[in-house]
Structure formats: C-alpha cells, structure tokens
C-alpha cells in the first residue's frame, strides 16, 4: 500500500468513526432544555476555584449568584489580582486558600478546601470562567436527579470571539460528542469516562465516600479521573451539554489555548508519550490530507462533521459555523500543544508540575 492509499484509508476510518458517534450523540446525548429563573436550592453550595480570575469575574459573579442555591463560595487561591475584593464586593463568600501542601496539584487542592467549607448535600463545583443564565443549575438538577446519579457533569457551550481562540478551542466540543457514545458513557465500566471539570455536580455523600478531590490529588486531569474513580466505587456518573444557558469563554487568545490545551493532552494519552506522534498523523491524515489531495469526499465528510458538533452544542452563530474553514489547520495549529505535552514539566496558572514518565 502506498503512502498516499495508507493517508486516505486512515482517514476514511477516523471520519466515518467519528461521524458515526456523532450521528448516535445526536439522538442520545442528553441537553439542558430549561432553566427555573427563581429556584431556591437550599441544599446546593456552588463552590468556584479561583486564581487570578479578576478579568472573568465581572462577567461571571452574576450569574453564580441568580441560581438559587444556599451558598456561594469562591476560594481565592493566592490571587495577584482582584479576584478576592471582586468576589466580596458581588457578595459572594470568599475563602483564604491555604498552602499548597506536597503532593497536591493546585486545582484538587482548592476544591477540596471548598468541599470541607461547604454545608450543602450537593457540590456544585464551577469554574471562575462559566457562564450560567439564571435558573440554569435548576434546571440541570431537574435531570441530575431524576437520572440517580452520584455526579453529573456539564459541557458549557464554547463562547469563541476572536480568531485565536477559534484556532484550537473547539476542539473540546469535538472530543466530547465524537470519542464515544452516550450508550458507552452511561456504562459503568471506569475506561468509559468523560468528565469536565469546569461545571462538576456531586451528592455530597458520593464526593465524601471517594475521600474528595483527594482521590485525585496529583492529577492534571483531575476531572476524569474523578470520573473514574467513582465508577470504580459502583457510583453512576452521567452528562449534560449546557446549550446556551452555560457557557464558557475558556480562553482570550492562540497561545493561551496552546498553554491550556497542553496542560491534559498527556494525561488524556495515558501518560504514554509514543501515542502522541501518532494521534497527530491520524488527525492529519484525516484533515489536512484531503485538501493536499485533493479528495472531495473525505473534505465534505470532515466539514459534515465540524457542522453537526456545532449544531448540537448550539453554536448556529455565522462566525461560529464558519469555523469549520478552519479544519484543515488544525494540524499545524496544534503543534505547539503537541510539543509542550511531550515536556516532563508543564506550567499552569504559575505552577510547575512533572508529569508522566513514558
């Protein structure tokens, strides 16, 4: 087989993987479909980690306070900015985070300080950067519940404004809805897992069980490891896609997303770093070799593919769409996340962590 059959036929099998889960994520994928503007949720405590967040907060503290809930806690995790005045100043109830102890990432480490301060039966833990339109969180523990699960996590639409961050980011939306059905993610099985740490729901008694963010805390992706450690415990993990009444602006530029994007691509390899050579060459294969190619049906399918994630995330904007032009590049945009992953040290938010040794 040559080269060029070898790039094609890899690429055929990717794409029509992918579009195959999407098409199945379509139908199954559960969404939040309404909001109860004036709930009261006397059991919830929203806890929300925060370091040096001054830029997101204004955007954000409103919509944490409407929803409702018992409690709201930020835990300034020794902040450079004005995150802690910021935070007080809404009202919200702002904790000293202590020390990062050995052994401990920071994100595990505030969370938990979190944990150990709230009074509610459920954990709302949501990051500094999401978005929540008032009665949101209601509406999702509508499901939550019904559902019996232990947690809950929810995917916040991507709100991209400017060309950097429409380079890389929506990449999460694409991992999420096209590595695995829904059927396979409701399995118990820990290897079936997808979590999100940026909007993570617990029962209280299901957190306490695991030990907490202890369970995971040397992990850059904590999230779902946290997944998997509670179905290891025989507790039922479940998810969401937050449409338009949650939604998150992860990043303000290319190189924070690079940054940011590197920071769990090891992690997501399983520490392995051989794999990531030959994720890079598959996913070239499959969108940038058809244009090379010039191969009309593998660049339809791939366009096909850009067009429905956002569709179901309810990314229907004109920019939004537009970004599927964007899908050849990926390859060549990514190669900065691909080259800081394979670092022994990765830095996030001021920190240094080693990661895996493969």
């Given at each position: ?7 094609t ?13 999407l ?5 199954t ?22 370091r040096?967040?001054?830029r997101?907060?204004p ?14 806690l930020?835990l300034?995790?020794h ?26 990432h ?33 509406g ?26 429409r ?20 399995i ?39 997944a ?5 415990a ?18 303000r530029s ?7 994007f ?12 051989a794999?990531l050579?030959?994720?890079?060459a ?11 190619s ?5 660049i ?7 067009l429905?994630?956002?569709i179901?995330?309810?990314r ?20 900065p ?22």
């Amino acid at each position: 087989m040559s080269l060029r059959q070898a790039a094609t036929a890899a690429a055929w099998g990717l794409l029509a993987y992918k579009l195959g889960t999407l098409l199945v994520n379509a139908v199954t994928f559960p969404r939040l479909s309404h909001t109860q503007p004036h709930a009261t949720l006397p059991d919830v405590s929203v806890l929300i980690p925060a370091r040096d967040e001054a830029r997101n907060l204004p955007q954000t503290l409103p919509g944490y306070l409407a929803q409702g809930a018992g409690e709201v806690l930020l835990l300034d995790d020794h902040s450079t900015d004005e995150t802690a005045a910021l935070a007080q100043a809404a009202g919200v109830t702002v904790l000293q985070g202590q020390s990062l102890p050995s052994g401990w990432h920071g994100k595990p480490w505030a969370c938990q300080q979190l944990a150990e301060a709230a009074r509610g039966d459920l954990l709302v833990f949501t990051d500094a950067d999401v978005t929540w339109e008032p009665g949101a969180l209601a509406g999702a523990l509508d499901y939550f519940r019904e559902s019996g699960a232990d947690l809950m996590t929810v995917w916040p639409q991507q709100d991209n404004r400017t060309l950097g961050e429409r380079l890389l980011t929506p990449l999460v939306d694409d991992v999420l809805l096209t590595l695995l059905p829904w059927p396979v993610l409701n399995i118990p099985h820990r290897s079936a897992s997808a979590a999100n740490g940026q909007v993570m729901i617990f029962r209280r008694a299901a957190y306490d069980g695991l030990g907490g963010h202890a369970a995971v805390r040397a992990e850059l992706l904590e999230d779902v490891m946290l997944a998997r450690a509670l179905k290891e415990a025989g507790g039922h993990v479940t998810l969401m896609l937050g449409g338009k009444h949650v939604r998150v602006r992860m990043y303000r530029s290319y190189a924070e997303s690079a940054q940011g994007f590197s920071r769990n691509l090891l992690s997501f390899h399983g520490g392995q770093r051989a794999l990531l050579p030959l994720t890079w060459a598959l996913h070239f294969a499959a969108y940038t070799w058809p244009y090379l190619s010039g191969h009309r049906a593998l660049i339809a399918v791939g366009l096909l593919e850009g067009l429905t994630v956002r569709i179901l995330t309810r990314r229907t904007r004109p920019a939004d769409l537009l970004e599927v032009l964007l899908t050849p590049m990926l390859p060549f945009t990514s190669l900065p996340v691909y080259a800081q992953a394979a670092r022994r040290t990765v830095i996030w938010k001021g920190r240094s962590y080693q990661q895996g040794e493969n």
